[in-house]
């Protein structure tokens, strides 16, 4: 995995995939793509999503910029996405953070 694509944890409800997605280019960092997770039978937001980068230096550079910070009203969580892997991750207790995609 290049380390180009990030997990963006803890963000509102009002948050959309432009508001990320410009959130995320600003300094000059080329977003290639942004986009929220939403509940599939709502279509509300699960208050996360994926931010892929041009390099794997904006995604650094991403990191470094907003893990911690507020958009929206929210502190993000702002870290590298882990491959998903095999195995039925879908019936998992307890979970912690997994930055799946």
Same mark, same amino acid.
């Given at each position: 995995?290049?380390?180009?694509?990030?997990?963006?944890?803890?963000?509102?409800?009002?948050?959309?995939?432009?508001?990320?997605?410009?959130?995320?280019?600003? #300094? +000059? =960092?080329?977003?290639?793509? @942004?986009?929220?997770?939403?509940?599939? !039978?709502? &279509?509300?937001?699960?208050?996360? $999503?994926?931010?892929?980068?041009?390099?794997?230096?904006?995604?650094?550079?991403?990191?470094?910029?907003?893990?911690?910070?507020?958009? #929206? +009203? =929210?502190?993000?969580?702002? @870290?590298?996405?882990?491959?998903?892997? !095999?195995? &039925?991750?879908?019936?998992?207790? $307890?979970?912690?953070?997994?930055?799946?995609?």
């Amino acid at each position: 995995m290049s380390g180009n694509r990030l997990y963006i944890g803890n963000l509102s409800y009002q948050t959309t995939d432009e508001s990320l997605r410009a959130a995320f280019s600003q #300094d +000059g =960092r080329k977003v290639v793509d @942004a986009k929220i997770v939403s509940d599939r !039978g709502t &279509g509300q937001s699960r208050g996360f $999503g994926f931010v892929e980068l041009e390099t794997a230096e904006d995604a650094q550079a991403a990191i470094s910029a907003w893990d911690g910070q507020d958009l #929206d +009203g =929210r502190r993000i969580r702002v @870290a590298v996405a882990q491959e998903r892997g !095999g195995g &039925g991750g879908r019936g998992r207790r $307890g979970g912690g953070d997994r930055h799946d995609y």
